[in-house]
């Protein structure tokens, strides 16, 4: 092939690209917004006089693994739109312009979220031309609300930190501290961590108290905080040793007072207790019924025993009812002594006479009560 012939495949194939369908836009290749807010895809293009085909725009989103297939976001074919290809993007993404037919098939993304992060590639098809592009989409988190604290005791000659963490948000964050009152200045023994978010100072003095501020960002967005330092003078240690062993031994004191008064009224119940016992032995017990109704027994035994039969008349009619006695079914051997009559006035000693007799006799028996061991008749 000599070098004419060469020449002219050169340029048609320079005219022939050159009259191809071009994708035309100038934005950026790799674009990063914040999660919930908006973001444009640009995607222009400009058509040839020889691209006669009906037009096809698909929005495709790359896998990171080459070996999954790409997942269709939304397409344009045959003058309609098909937007329900990809749930996750249901709703929130459309094309900029309704009739993408006019050379834009840029899209807009709405409420970005951290997982909508990929690469999206636009394809426009018109035949026999076809042109694509793709854009990095970089979705990031801006950082939480920071929270403030101060670590050490706030008092004068010891150490103090200030911490700041924010417990959210896509990294690098960096963290920064300032001083709001006073100076505005950070103390010149202050040591600031921007990774950590820490600001140490060491013997710190009355000087370094105010209100600092901690601000964190990232490359989507900033926060911030505010705490307040206030280092003061130490407390007086040996009065507050002092008072506390005072409180000690009072407490102590306290205790062995109760215990006191709970001893002495022990031993005044037990007293009182033994005196009562006391009491009661050297009371003597009562004069028991039964001994009377045995000396008036016996006296009538006696003045029966002195009396002739004939005079018995006059004792016919006994002054009580018959009286039960264990002495009164006893035979005349076990008749108890008490029962024995009296000598009489003459002199004479009358034998034991059985109980069958007596009653003939017209003597009345008398029930001797039962008595108990304290006395006490039954």
Known sequence: MDKSTVRLLHALLFFSAACALQITSTGPSSVEKASGENVKLDCQFSLSAADSGPLDIEWSLQPS????????????????????????????????????????????????KASDTGTYQCKVKKAPGIGSQKVLLTVMVRPSKPRCSVEGSAQVGSDVVLKCKSTDGTSPLQYSWDRTSGTKLLPANAVLDPVGGTVSMRNATEAVSGTYRCTVSNRVGTDECVVQLSITQPPNTAGIIAGSVICVLLIILLIALILFCCCRARQRKKYEKEISYEIREDVPPPKSRVSTARSFSASQRSSLGSMSPSNLHEFAKPPYDKIPTEEYDRPPSQVPPSLSYAPSPLGHTPSRMAASNLSRMGAVPVMIPAQNRDGSIV
């Open 65 to 112: 693994d080459n070996q999954l297939e790409e997942k269709v976001v939304i397409l344009y074919s045959g003058d309609r739109v098909y937007e329900d290809y990809y749930p996750p993007l249901k709703g929130r993404v459309y094309f900029s312009l309704p009739d993408p037919k006019s050379g834009d098939a840029s899209i807009n993304l709405s409420h970005l």
